[in-house]
């Protein structure tokens, strides 16, 4: 199935829902890292909250950077969004992986660690970016998200984030939704929508049955005749390009960069979301 989101509203404008469909982006995370099981899981499940966030943001320009960072030998995830369904993302220790639980389900909590923060710097083209803070509460991603709209956002969310890791360690199914209470919204519906969330099975296996997001807003919010507001393709890319690496190296100073050309001759530098090379030579350099 093709990668894609939507965002959706119930009738009264009370409940908002942004449900991703993410198997490709999250296999195309996978490759570019080369990630273990749990790392995959872990990045997987943070870029499938950061497209979500992304698409919620309201102009072409605006720029969503996630960062995870809970202590544990995962070191810091990082994802940057937009709203326009393009991430990018990497975590530091691509490699670090933990046993199973005794479910037999991969140990993200564990992988990520339960001491740290997560923060949300969003640039919205004024002076200063847009944080947002609060504690990592459990490493799993989901629940930390929650929490983090909770106290720092003050919204009251759902947040449930699945990726499914197949035996040849490829990613099988991957996916999220995202509910929001607004205001208005009446303590019967609170615990209508409550009950639901605890009866349904997990997002992953949801999608991995076949389950379009449409059809998951269904099953989760059908008795509140919701409406689908936008469908969005999403896609894991990065956006580096020669010209802005230029300017990363410009932004060094000239000291810096007579260094670079004394001691090296060239400069190499790879791009942390891609994996991509970019030299520049000596001639370039000057
Ligand atoms: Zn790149």
């Known amino acids: 199935m093709k990668d894609y989101l939507i965002k959706g509203i119930d009738e009264l404008g009370r409940i908002r829902v942004y449900v991703a469909s993410s198997t490709n982006l999250v296999e195309n995370a996978r490759i570019t890292h080369n990630t273990s099981p749990t790392a995959s899981a872990a990045l997987g499940r943070t870029l499938t909250a950061g497209v979500m966030m992304g698409a919620m943001m309201k102009n072409e320009k605006d ?15 990082y994802v940057v969004s937009r709203n326009n369904g393009i991430i990018k993302g990497y975590i530091d220790n691509p490699q670090a992986d ?3 639980r005794a479910d037999g389900k991969l140990d993200v909590g564990a992988l990520v660690g339960n001491n ?21 509460v459990s490493g799993e991603i989901a629940e930390d998200i929650a929490n983090f709209y909770a106290v720092s956002e003050q919204q009251p969310s759902a947040v449930s984030l699945g990726v499914l890791v197949d035996k040849d360690i490829s990613i099988k199914a991957a996916g999220g939704y995202i ?20 009866s349904i099975e997990p997002v992953s296996a949801m999608i991995d049955k076949g389950m379009t997001p449409e059809e998951i807003v269904d099953s989760i919010l059908g ?3 919701m409406q689908i507001l936008e469908k969005m393709d999403i896609e894991y890319k990065c956006d580096c390009s020669r010209e ?8 060094l100073g000239k000291q810096e960069i007579v260094d670079i050309i004394e001691e090296d001759g060239q400069a190499e530098i790879v791009c942390h979301f891609c994996d991509t090379k970019h030299q520049f030579n000596k001639k370039e350099l000057k």
């Open 63 to 77: 720029v969503l950077t996630l960062k995870i960072s809970g202590g544990g030998p995962a070191g810091n995830i």
């Open 116 to 136: 740290g923060s997560i923060t949300t710097i969003m640039d919205l083209g004024l002076r200063e970016p847009y944080v947002g803070q609060s504690n990592i």
């Open 244 to 251: 802005r690496i230029e300017q990363v190296i410009i932004s």
């Open 98 to 100: 933990v046993p199973s």
């Open 179 to 198: 509910i929001q209470l607004l205001p208005g919204v009446s303590d019967q519906d609170i615990d209508k929508i409550e009950a639901k969330l605890a």
């Open 223 to 225: 008795d509140f005749n």
